[in-house]
Nanobody
Framework: QRQLVESGGGLVQAGGSLRLSCAAS????????MGWFRQAPGKEREFVAA????????YYADSVKGRFTVSRDNAKNTMYLQMNSLKPEDTAVYYC??????????????????WGQGTQVTVSS
């Protein structure tokens, strides 16, 4: 059974950094596009970043561009999100997701087939 598990969330002060990991198990996800989404209380789930199966195509939300970096290591079946210069408005539950297609089809949650359970990121001011 395919499974995605996020880790690395926590509490950090504004301006700090965190690195999230998304470990995939079951069948390999190395041929799938993957992405990060986040959901703050009372808000809809929103796109953060996505990359194609080999990392050749990468997309970011405008709100995180220049501060966050998404990457993947297919040999380890793991995707990462390096988050720098964190702001209180980055506070949310962060989810990783995988699409069965190799290239990013879209930036909406509906394009993704598999989801992790999420990891909480809290940025204090």
């Amino acid at each position: 059974q395919r499974q995605l598990v996020e880790s690395g969330g926590g509490l950090v002060q504004a301006g700090g950094s965190l690195r999230l990991s998304c470990a995939a198990s079951g069948r390999t996800f190395s041929n799938y596009a993957m992405g990060w989404f986040r959901q703050a209380p009372g808000k809809e789930r929103e796109f953060v970043a996505a990359l194609s199966w080999n990392g050749g195509n990468i997309y970011y939300a405008d709100s995180v561009k220049g501060r966050f970096t998404v990457s993947r290591d297919n040999a380890k079946n793991t995707m990462y999100l390096q988050m720098n210069s964190l702001k209180p408005e980055d506070t949310a539950v962060y989810y990783c997701a995988a699409d069965q297609q190799p290239f990013v089809r879209g930036l909406g949650p509906g394009e993704y087939d598999y989801w992790g359970q999420g990891t909480q990121v809290t940025v204090s001011s």
